[in-house]
């Protein structure tokens, strides 16, 4: 397949806000498309390289490149191109990525640049989500939709599946059920502001910890055990902790679902980023085991000595999950069979208040009668969690890319210092919609105070209120310190850069 069939059906997914011409442009895409070609235009989809990083940035793209006057890049020449310069390593490795990078898109039409540079600057955004490619597939393919996203789900990857049904047709799908020893894509939650609108939307539910650690998935198949991640990567070589608890269950063949964790001497969770470091790393795990141990926590179980319990619904499986794990493995709970009564919702509330007390990151209550929904995020498990804000300086901004190409769309965002200088804390380009682009692309243009290749930097004057996760150690910014998950929540006109949180105010956060 030609990458501008690609290019051009990203394009118009993006133009079109009908839920059903995105499927049949998708559809479309796919009954094109070679089988081996599948899981690439999947990943390009959704935005991804199968590379992930290739050590190429913004400003590494150089250019202009004058665009092909005919397409004839294919997709999977594409792919070896991008392959070739994430391997590029050692003396001059920079400019000879950027060398090959502009070779690329010197080869590419126009149309097929702006795909292109939307994918290597994290920017494309053609709402082509992997549930619409599920109908696509299904639709190209003659498969009932059903059946394909079972299949996603036991198969851990919707551009695996995509390659079978393409290959052999809606019969290819009987080859995707749970096994252990092959991961599957894990069950996400939807948000709820609190947990009274959470009980409201659930009925009877159990009301678990949510913790702040690396999500897992255990398969053990009697001594055998192997951990991956909820993208699927494996590390249980980086885990010796999990891999003995696991040996210890009173079960020979189980999939489990939980999280790692590192505590503190007082039983508190240690930041999520020393426990992502620790995970991480490759190097002298034993060494690293005894500098930052790690605690498996478990609160669901997908299969069990040879039964799938997928189709189960919660409150069965946990059962299960407490035969067969012991108490201080399993992830505290409580169970609300009534959440209309009104002592129940108190003991909720007081069950959540006291997990933010000990340290965690919120809660998450989970309907009772659940089905496991692996790969999806179901509206029967609900998170709950505080949204910290911060009002900071915009300090800077860089150009867009992709979609937002001619818009000021990477902020660098500051807090006040005690001097009344101001410290970049990090970047943020997410949150912001069409109009908030164009509003704030002309106000930071009257501020600024110099135009750079990559963008501005502005006078210190617009304050953004700024939702994030955490605040997070990085040797990056001045301050030492960053913030997690940042988000663009408004502009706040009606609010001087004086005040504006200050640099202590964010690092008693992360205290």
């Known amino acids: 397949m030609l990458l501008a069939e690609l290019a051009a059906t990203s394009r118009d997914v993006a133009a079109t806000s009908s839920r059903s011409e995105k499927v049949r442009l998708l559809a479309r895409l796919f009954r094109d498309a070679e089988p081996a070609e599948a899981p690439l235009i999947i990943t390009y989809l959704a935005g991804r390289l199968p590379q992930r990083r290739i050590g190429v940035g913004p400003r590494s793209l150089g250019g202009p490149h004058p665009p092909a006057p005919e397409p004839r890049l294919t997709v999977l020449e594409v792919d ?10 050692g003396a001059g490795a920079l400019a000879e990525r950027k060398r090959r990078t502009g070779a690329l898109l010197s080869a590419a039409t126009e149309t097929e640049q702006r795909f292109l540079l939307g994918l290597l600057t994290g920017e494309l955004r053609q709402g082509a989500l992997d549930a619409l490619a599920v109908e696509g597939l299904a639709a190209a393919s003659g498969a009932a939709p059903a059946d394909v996203r079972r299949a996603v789900m036991l198969g851990g990857s919707l551009g695996g599946v995509a390659e079978v049904l393409l290959e052999r047709g809606p019969e290819g799908l009987a080859d995707f059920r749970l096994r252990v020893g ?5 069950m996400l939650a939807h948000t709820a502001k609190d947990v009274d609108e959470a009980l409201d939307r659930l009925g009877p539910c159990a009301v678990e910890e949510k913790l702040d650690g690396i999500r897992v998935q255990v398969h053990r198949d009697g001594d055998t055990v192997r951990i991956w991640t909820r993208t699927l990567d494996e590390i249980t070589d980086r885990l010796p902790e999990v891999v003995e608890a696991a040996r210890e ?8 679902d939980g999280e790692v964790i590192a505590l503190d001497g007082s039983g508190r969770p240690r930041p999520f980023q020393e426990v992502s470091g620790r995970v991480g790393s490759r190097v002298d795990v034993a060494a690293a085991r005894l500098t930052l141990p790690l605690s498996a926590v478990f609160f669901d179980l997908l299969a069990l000595d040879g039964r799938d319990l997928l189709e189960l619904p919660a409150a069965a499986r946990h059962a299960e999950l407490a035969r067969v794990v012991p108490g201080p493995l399993r992830v505290r709970r409580m169970v609300a069979e009534d959440p209309a009564d009104a002592e129940t919702r108190r003991a909720v509330r007081a069950f959540a208040t ?16 659940a089905l496991y929904g692996a790969g999806r995020r179901g ?18 901004a860089e150009w ?3 979609r937002r190409t001619g818009t000021l769309s990477n902020l660098h965002l500051g807090a006040r210092r005690a001097d009344g200088s101001f410290a970049m804390l990090g970047k943020t380009f997410k949150g912001l919609t069409d109009t908030m682009l164009a509003w704030q692309t002309g106000r930071l243009l009257e501020l600024a105070t110099a135009r750079e ?11 953004v209120e700024i939702a994030f996760d955490g605040v997070q150690r990085s040797t990056r910014y ?3 310190i960053t913030l997690r998950f940042a988000r663009v929540l408004r502009h706040r006109e009606d609010k001087s850069a004086a005040e504006a949180d200050t640099v202590d105010s964010v690092r008693a956060l992360h205290h």
């Open 80 to 89: 070896a191109a991008l392959g070739a310069v994430a391997a590029v390593s």
């Open 182 to 186: 092959r991961p599957v894509l894990p």
């Open 249 to 256: 269950l009173t079960a020979e063949r189980a999939v489990l």
């Open 354 to 369: 006291a997990t933010l007390d000990r340290g965690h990151e919120g809660v998450v209550l989970k309907g009772l009668d």
């Open 379 to 396: 509206a029967s498990w609900l998170k709950v969690k505080p949204v910290h804000t911060l009002d900071l300086v915009v300090l800077a």
């Open 400 to 402: 867009g890319h992709g």
């Open 453 to 463: 290749r990559w963008g501005v930097v502005v006078r210190p004057e617009l304050v």
């Open 478 to 480: 001045p301050e030492g």
